[in-house]
């Protein structure tokens, strides 16, 4: 495959990028220009501050009214979430009182003001270390775009590809992507863009084909051509000849083929052919996804990440409203259990709401999680309040992150307790029957694992932070990517450990990192003893699928095999043989699905 331009616009042109959303899409391009404001740098009188602020307040109320109609056209779920952040930016005090003091101290028009604020809020956001954040700043760009058209009278029209099409761009507004709903586009291609933009996680939620990543691809597709978009493998090809068509649309075709298949046996429950069942929930960070996980065959949720309630907005979420959105999750999701985690703040998952600190030089092994839900002692009783109430509508668990000791343990289960007395002093209603449990993240935890299991209900493995305390790596800095091994032998030594020491006090042990979600790694977690797999909705049907067609005895076998290996390359190519050779199409099918399970907090655990 060639990464290089090619100078005839006729001539075929390819190349590799991130795959975000799974499938393959083959269609007529419609190509997104980029659209720029121009944006007058003139400087006023001081008589005219006043009147400049005016227009710029007024500017912000206008955009917000925008992006509320546009809201008010889409069904509920994730599209209406991220515009609603949207709407959240335009009241963040650092753009306001930035534009004004740029006003009133340096006497520039408003859209000089505003466009000079936009600018360095996303410079700032640009040197953030997680993609996630990173990832915020073409949102802020977005926004100011829009409020800069308000500003100079400039229409703010979206846009309207027809149906059928492939859509190319630099990049897509939220507001571009909600319209998408409407029209049955065939797939998405972006020049930036990563697994946690806007663009990437709309074409998931809408079940579209997409690439990002690809430089250059507007400057090359013109509107009409052909395009593939291949979200499996993460490429893309403009005006593919005829041997590349006939190729990709067969692959199109086995694709959704097996999509297909697999989907149709989505309600039945992985059991093995010799009667073994393995519990496959969804990971969730918004209960707009509850339907996506139904769809898929959950049997409940077994990670839902309350710490985005945190996320994008000016106040701290209330005890109501923990509760109603616990009870709303629980209801949707009868009779099947949801697990809610506490808030895993800090690190990578800062918040506004949270009190101004001094930087940590290591966030990943500072204040974060637990230790910080112990210091924020009242907004960790918020939470727990609301979840105990909720529990009286459904099989409601709560779950400690990152527990490294039995200290960390006790003090947890003691706020639960304080939260619990509160409600009984106020004569509020609160069920008594909530499961309490903890995610083993930490060396520490998974060599006390006899201990935890001895105090709480259940154990829930989060393998992402796992590999990265125990490999000593972090999972953000890409010059040590490749020591992160999820069969390292110390990694599948310790679940082993952590699955012995549940099964030894019948306590289930369960696992929410990226492993679960890999294929590849199907029958070595249940053959070290793993019996519930928590992982994103679109993964679920593959593994179910795998699970359904096996036995435990293979499955053990090649998890004794995998513990035998003296190191993960090794122990990579035992499973890679194994597993490929035995279901060929559910590891190509579930590459795909593996996209979904890297975005939105899916590397958390």
């Known amino acids: 495959m060639s990464d290089g331009r090619v100078d005839a616009a006729e001539e075929r042109w390819a190349r590799g990028g991130t795959a975000v959303s799974p499938g393959i899409g083959i269609g007529a391009a419609y190509v997104v220009g980029r659209r720029r404001v121009a944006v007058p740098h003139t400087h006023i009188e001081r008589e005219q501050v006043e009147e400049e602020q005016i227009r710029f307040h007024e500017a912000l109320v206008a955009t917000r009214k925008q ?9 509920h779920g994730e599209h209406r979430q991220i515009l609603k952040a949207q709407q959240m930016m335009l009241r963040d005090p650092d753009l306001i009182q930035r534009t004004e003091t740029l006003v009133r101290d340096e006497l520039r028009c408003a859209e000089w003001a505003v466009a000079t604020a936009i600018d360095e809020l996303q410079a700032t956001l640009d040197q953030a270390e997680t993609e996630y954040f990173r990832e915020r700043s073409s949102d802020i760009g977005f926004l100011g775009r829009r409020l800069l058209q308000t500003l100079v009278g400039e229409k703010t029209g979206e846009i309207s590809p027809p149906e059928g099409s492939i859509v190319v761009a630099h990049d897509l507004s939220p507001a571009d992507t909600a319209q998408l709903h409407r029209v049955r586009v065939l797939g998405i291609v972006t020049e930036v863009g990563g697994r946690t933009s806007h663009s990437a996680i709309m074409a998931r939620s809408l079940q579209i084909p997409a690439v990002v990543g690809i430089d250059g691809v507007i400057d090359i597709a013109q509107t009409g051509d052909t395009v593939i978009v291949d979200g499996v493998h993460g490429r893309v090809i403009v005006r593919p000849d005829a041997e590349e068509l006939d190729d990709h649309e067969g692959e199109r075709r086995r694709y959704d083929a097996f999509e297909e298949k697999i989907q149709k046996d989505r309600a039945f429950k992985a059991v093995t052919q010799d009667g073994l069942h393995v519990v496959t929930r969804a990971n969730l960070a918004m209960s707009e996804d509850i339907e996506l996980a139904i769809q898929h065959g959950a049997e409940g949720i077994g990670l839902y990440r309350s710490e985005y309630m945190f996320m994008n907005r000016e106040t701290l979420p209330s005890e109501e409203e923990h509760y109603r959105t616990a009870k709303a999750v629980l209801r949707k999701m009868a009779p099947y259990p949801v697990v809610f985690r506490t808030f895993d703040l800090g690190s990578d998952k800062q918040s506004p709401l949270l009190k101004a600190r001094e930087a940590e030089n290591n966030p990943a092994m500072g204040l974060r999680s637990l230790r910080l839900a112990l210091q924020e002692r009242g907004m960790f009783l918020a939470q727990l309040r609301g979840l105990l109430r909720a529990g009286v509508h459904g099989p409601l668990r709560i779950m400690l992150p990152l527990v490294s000791s039995m200290r960390e343990l006790d003090d947890g289960l003691e706020a639960i307790e304080e939260a619990r007395e509160q409600l009984i002093r106020d004569e509020l209603p609160q069920s008594d029957d909530i499961r309490v449990g903890v995610m083993v993240e930490t060396p520490a935890a998974a060599l006390i694992a006899d201990l935890l299991a001895e105090r709480v209900d259940f154990l829930s493995i989060g393998t992402n932070d796992l590999i990265q305390y125990c490999l000593a790596i972090d999972r953000e800095n890409e010059d040590v990517g490749y020591l992160y091994q999820p069969l390292h032998p110390a990694i599948t030594r310790l679940i082993k450990m952590v699955a012995e020491a549940g099964a030894a006090r019948d306590v289930p042990v369960s696992l929410c990192g990226e492993m679960a979600a890999d294929p590849r790694y199907t029958w070595v977690l249940a053959g070290l003893g793993i019996r ?33 290996a003296r190191s993960a390359a090794e122990a990579e190519a035992i499973v890679y043989e194994t597993m490929h050779a035995r279901f060929p199409e559910h590891l190509e099918h579930g590459a795909g699905a593996l996209v979904a399970s890297e975005t939105d907090g899916g590397d958390d655990e």
Do not use: D
């Open 67 to 75: 992006i509320e109609a546009i809201k008010a056209k889409l069904p």
């Open 532 to 564: 519930e797999l928590s992982m994103n909705p679109s993964a679920i049907s593959v593994i179910k699928a795998i699970i359904r067609t096996s036995t435990s005895a293979e499955m053990t076998k090649l998890a004794n095999r995998v513990l035998a």
